[in-house]
């Protein structure tokens, strides 16, 4: 077997390992609103006010249908409208505080439910994900860049 064919299948290997935790990380969140909507407020939190058709871009949906879940927020006082200062015709969407601390509470949970499984890994386990955290970190700012595309 190849260098080349050892890479793939380790990328294979590690890429089936994410995508399974994630997924599963993701059906523990609370369903107190759907993943789009929350994250929504996530890529807000993120990448500060945006455009809806710049948040339906980056969630994957039609415009309309942004525009009716920003609808919903704003009725929610979890998002607002506001004018773009350097650009009257513009309107952005803003995170409120409320939802900042919606994104800021459920985000909490998900570590507090990695913290406690994390507490049953052994040692040697533990120190294996402790010298993977750079690439980890590295490997979500990969993918936020790629999902989110550049900020407009």
Do not use: C, N, W
């Not at 299948?9 to 523990?28: D, E, K, N, P, V």
């Not at 879940?69 to 505080?97: C, F, I």
């Amino acid at each position: 077997m190849s260098r080349q064919d050892t890479a793939r299948g380790a990328s294979a290997a590690i890429g089936a390992a994410l995508y399974g935790l994630a997924t599963r990380a993701a059906r523990r969140l609370p369903r107190d609103m759907s993943l789009t909507s929350a994250a929504t407020l996530a890529t807000l939190d993120r990448s500060g006010p945006r455009r809806i058709t710049d948040l339906a871009s980056v969630e994957g949906v039609t415009q309309p249908a942004m525009t009716a879940l920003v609808r919903v927020m704003e009725e929610s006082g979890l998002v607002e409208r506001r004018g773009d200062a350097s650009d009257k015709r513009v309107t952005l969407v803003y995170l409120t505080e409320t939802g900042a601390s919606y994104v800021r509470t459920r985000r909490q949970a998900g570590v507090h439910a990695f913290e406690r499984l994390i507490g049953e890994l052994t040692g040697d386990e533990v120190e294996a994900l402790m010298a993977a955290l750079p690439a980890l970190k590295h490997l979500a700012e990969l993918e936020s860049q790629d999902r989110e595309g550049p900020k407009r």
